[in-house]
């Protein structure tokens, strides 16, 4: 699955947001993920 991963870090971000957490997520992803709708949904 390529980029299947950023939907899940982007919402683990903003959990952390709206919880006020001071906490920070990194995604890894190659080039083939920007291809992808979820690179751009996210």
């Avoid at 919402?11 to 997520?25: E, S």
């Amino acid at each position: 699955i390529v980029g299947g991963q950023l939907p899940i870090a982007t919402g683990l971000a903003l959990a952390i947001k709206q919880r006020g957490g001071d906490g920070a997520v990194m995604c890894f992803f190659g080039d083939g993920a920007v291809n992808e709708g979820e690179f751009h949904e996210s």
